[in-house]
């Protein structure tokens, strides 16, 4: 069971990141490098705030089997409004300092980011009630229909409105995020129980202190991600954005491979109260991740500079270099989110937190020494750093805790033959 949830979970992400390739051609050949830019900036926006209004979402997956839905709604979604506003209040004053607001929020789309986070929040309450439910072909299906929707009405909005610049994505945003967050909401509503006891404050006061967090460490883990963006249009303009941006798709969409993984782990760990199995799955899975993500990384390396000028126009020919400056940062990425998943899963987020703080120690003084010294590939150079002082202390932590060592994390032939077993048994149904 685990095994097919976790292929079905990857051909889901493999769809994802094959729609994700096809909107950058499109963006790359149509919108071209400062408006990608500017959808950068402003997708940017939508996940720094996204991780504020999740604070009470993200804890779904472990509190949905412990908890009665009516209240994990009523909490999460009292709480996303709350936030929302509250964005929109320090998006009012921020405009008062016009040149810093500019940097931060492109101008005419601060209405639209606020907009889009609530749609978005709506959806991010449905998956995380079904990861915890167990319902995992159901939270696939939305997740595929989320990005079928909006390859389409990207392609729409260019190839058919002509629209040609940052609006066509925007326009995107808004169909993948709406009609996904509707459907979910149908499906969730009908396990709402009425006469349900509350407990509303009890109940918030526990996600907020395990959510605050999980989401405080998440909001550190984007800041690793991205604070470079912002380093990047301050020096270099949208345009050079847009090209960083597109390096960092590319190689996160081989981070599918760990997120499936990690994904099915998560919810069966959450799920369960026996430490031999939940230390068991995270190692096994670990190495799979790390030696899939390796490969598929290494074929992406492989890719000659002119077939990316081919298939993005010349504007891109420097991704190339970016992609190999981020290859070592995303190998750990790929172990950082089974180790994260585990402390997630297990009720300990805090080693999560200490472990985004590590690397952001790392990036903020890297991202404003390479940035100006190596361009695009420093900023490649400052994440990878991040990232692997990051897993390092991760696997420190998931040694001690679990009693495991160095000779734990070698692929055996009992993996393999497991792993072969379960594809075998997968086959035969």
Known sequence: MILRNILGTSGTRILNAISGLVVLW??????????WGISGIILLDISLILLIVDLMSSTLVYFTPRHNLK??????????ISVTLLAGL??????????????????????????????????????????????????????SLQFVLMLLSMASFVYVAGIHDERAFVYALYVSYSLPALIGLLFILKGIQKGDNLRFWTTAKEMLSFGSVMQLSGIV?????RLSFFVIKHISGYGAVGIYNSGTQ?????????QSISLVQYSNISNSSDPVFTRRIS???????????????????AVPRHL???????????????????????????????????F?????????????????GITIPLVFILIPAFGLVGAGLSASAAYIITVVYQWIIFKKLTSSSLHDIWLTRSDIREFYMGIRALLKR
């Open 26 to 35: 499109i963006a790359a050949n149509e919108l071209g490098a400062e408006a």
């Open 71 to 80: 209240t994990l709604m009523l909490v999460a979604y009292g709480w996303s």
């Open 90 to 143: 320090i998006f009012l004053f921020l405009s008062m300092f016009p040149s810093f607001y500019a940097t931060i929020v492109p101008a005419g789309y601060g209405m639209h980011i606020l907009i889009l986070v609530l749609l978005n929040s709506v959806h991010s309450f449905n998956m995380g009630t079904l990861l915890g439910q167990g319902r995992i072909v159901l939270f696939n299906s939305l997740f």
């Open 221 to 225: 883990h984007l800041l690793n991600k």
């Open 250 to 258: 590319l190689t996160e969409g081989l981070r599918l491979i760990g």
């Open 283 to 301: 190692l096994q899975l670990l190495k799979f991740s790390v030696i899939l993500t390796t490969f598929a990384l290494l074929v992406l390396i």
């Open 308 to 342: 990316f000028e081919l298939l993005l126009s010349k504007d891109f020919g420097d991704i190339r270099m970016v992609i190999v400056s981020l290859a070592p940062g995303v190998i750990a990425l790929s172990a950082n989110t089974i180790f994260s998943h585990y």
């Open 344 to 360: 997630s899963g297990t009720g300990k987020p805090k080693y999560n937190l200490i472990a985004a703080l590590i690397g952001l």
